[in-house]
T-cell receptor, first 115, second 109 residues
Framework: DTGVSQDPRHKITKRGQNVTFRCDPISEHNRLYWYRQTLGQGPEFLTYFQNEAQLEKSRLLSDRFSAERPKGSFSTLEIQRTEQGDSAMYLC?????????????FGPGTRLTVL | RKEVEQDPGPFNVPEGATVAFNCTYSNSASQSFFWYRQDCRKEPKLLMSVYSSGNEDGRFTAQLNRASQYISLLIRDSKLSDSATYLCVVNIQASKIIFGSGTRLSIRP
C-alpha cells in the first residue's frame, strides 16, 4: 500500500504524559500536513511542512505541541503534558506541489484518548 | 463568522432521491475547492475537485460560484452507500486550507 500511513492508530494515555505520533506520507509528496479532528467537526489545520521546512503553524498548536520532518520524508507530532482536551483524531495528509497540487491524501489517523 | 460554512444536516433522504449541499466561504482570495467524503471513524477521502466551469463525475456534480462565494454538490439517484459526511474544503494557499464542519447525509432504503 503506497498511501499515507500513521502510527499508532490508537493511543490511550494518562493526563500529563507525553505522546508521539508518526506519519509516513506518499513517497513523492513534498507537502505534509497535520490536522486535529473532534466529533462533529471538520479537520482543523495544525501545521504544514514543505520538504523538511515547517512553513506554517496554527495558533491551535500550543507550546506543548511540536512537529518535525527531519529529512523531508516522515513526520512526527509530539504532545507534551497531555490534557483531556487533547483527545481527538490526529490526521496527517500529504500532497505534491506538481501539476495536481492541493489534492491532499489522508492517512487513517491516530485516535488519542487522554484519561 | 466561520471561514467555511456548511449546513450540518443531517439530510435524511430515500434511496434514489436527488440531494444538494451548499458551502459558503468568506475569503475571496480562495484558490481551489474540493469536496471530501468522510465515513464514520475513517479519514476524509477526496470526492472531487470543484472547477469554475462546474464538473461532473457520474452521479455527482460540483459547482463553484465565485461571485457569491459558494460551492455546491449535487448527488443524483442516491445510493445507500452515499451515506457519509461531506466536507467542503477551501484552499487559500498551500499553507492555509480550511475544512467545513461537514454535512451529514443518511440515505434510507
Amino acid at each position: 500500500d503506497t498511501g499515507v500511513s500513521q502510527d499508532p492508530r490508537h493511543k490511550i494515555t494518562k493526563r500529563g504524559q507525553n505522546v508521539t505520533f508518526r506519519c509516513d506520507p506518499i513517497s513523492e509528496h513534498n507537502r505534509l500536513y497535520w490536522y486535529r479532528q473532534t466529533l462533529g467537526q471538520g479537520p482543523e489545520f495544525l501545521t504544514y511542512f514543505q520538504n523538511e521546512a515547517q512553513l506554517e503553524k496554527s495558533r491551535l498548536l500550543s507550546d506543548r505541541f511540536s512537529a518535525e520532518r527531519p529529512k523531508g520524508s516522515f513526520s512526527t507530532l509530539e504532545i507534551q503534558r497531555t490534557e483531556q482536551g487533547d483527545s481527538a483524531m490526529y490526521l496527517c495528509a500529504s500532497s505534491s506541489s506538481g501539476p495536481s497540487t492541493d489534492t491532499q491524501y489522508f492517512g487513517p489517523g491516530t485516535r488519542l484518548t487522554v484519561l | 463568522r466561520k471561514e467555511v460554512e456548511q449546513d450540518p444536516g443531517p439530510f435524511n433522504v430515500p434511496e434514489g432521491a436527488t440531494v444538494a449541499f451548499n458551502c459558503t466561504y468568506s475569503n475571496s482570495a480562495s484558490q481551489s475547492f474540493f469536496w471530501y467524503r468522510q465515513d464514520c471513524r475513517k479519514e476524509p477521502k477526496l470526492l472531487m475537485s470543484v472547477y469554475s466551469s462546474g464538473n461532473e463525475d457520474g452521479r455527482f456534480t460540483a459547482q463553484l460560484n465565485r461571485a457569491s462565494q459558494y460551492i455546491s454538490l449535487l448527488i443524483r439517484d442516491s445510493k445507500l452507500s452515499d451515506s457519509a459526511t461531506y466536507l467542503c474544503v477551501v484552499n487559500i494557499q498551500a499553507s492555509k486550507i480550511i475544512f467545513g464542519s461537514g454535512t451529514r447525509l443518511s440515505i434510507r432504503p
